[in-house]
């Protein structure tokens, strides 16, 4: 079964620093997209970044980047310039490439940056 | 604005007492589907919708109703609300069932006492 494990249930960082949020997968299927979402503390889900499991290229969006391990089945976030702001719960997730749509998520890593 | 929102947004009702929670999307997707977030655990799918008239279970559906009569809509119904279902609660939608990209509603805190 299609499975997420995000092993920091908390992280600290100081502002301007770079910061990486572990994420490991397990599945069997050949065909996946793999997701990163911010939860801040008023609740909402912010979409970050999306890797397909055929995608060549490491995805990036802006300060966001994915390091994507294909053998290793990882999919780290990595925040470069942390800002006061990035302060909030992240989520990996899985899409099943099925019928379903279905997202699989782990259980979150919580980032505080630090003046 | 493109977006999905939800109704509403916090909810106190006690053990047994029907409610819906309501969903609706603007961007004409066909996909649609429910979550719940609980500590420790990140969020599971609830139910789910490929188009209009076509719902389906996800992992946790015991105790939730959905129906899907018109394209924008997508309730979530407790028939008889519990305890356990105390929770935050996320409607998503995206074009395609395909679509990697879901676009997430604002979330509904729900406590059942």
């Known amino acids: 079964a299609q499975k997420i494990t995000q092993t920091q249930p908390g992280m600290f960082v100081q502002e301007k620093e770079a910061v990486t949020l572990d994420c490991t997968y397990d599945?069997?299927?050949?065909?996946?997209?793999l997701f990163w979402y911010k939860q801040p503390s008023s609740g909402e889900m912010i979409f970050l970044i999306y890797q397909g499991s055929y995608d060549e290229q490491n995805a990036t969006e802006g300060r966001y980047s994915l390091n994507f391990q294909k053998a290793r089945k990882s999919a780290n976030l990595v925040i470069s310039a942390s800002q006061l702001g990035d302060s909030a719960m992240y989520f990996c997730a899985m899409r099943e490439d099925g019928a379903t749509n279905k997202l699989i998520f782990g259980t979150g890593t919580l980032l505080a940056v630090q003046p | 604005e493109a977006q999905v929102t939800q109704n509403p947004r916090y909810l106190i009702t006690v053990t047994g007492k029907k409610l819906t929670v309501t969903c609706s999307q603007n961007?004409?997707?066909?996909?649609m589907s429910w979550y719940r977030q609980d500590p420790g655990l990140g969020l599971r799918q609830i139910y789910y919708?490929?188009?209009?008239?076509?719902?389906d279970k996800g992992d946790v559906p015991e105790g939730y109703k959905v129906s899907r009569k018109e394209k924008r809509n997508f309730p979530l119904i407790l028939e008889s609300p519990s305890p356990n279902q105390t929770s935050l609660y996320f409607c998503a939608s995206s074009l395609l069932f395909s679509s990697y990209e879901q676009y997430f509603g604002p979330g509904t805190r729900l406590t059942v006492t």
């Open positions: 961007m004409n997707h066909e996909y």
């Open positions: 599945t069997s299927d050949q065909s996946y997209g």
């Open positions: 919708s490929m188009n209009v008239e076509v719902t």
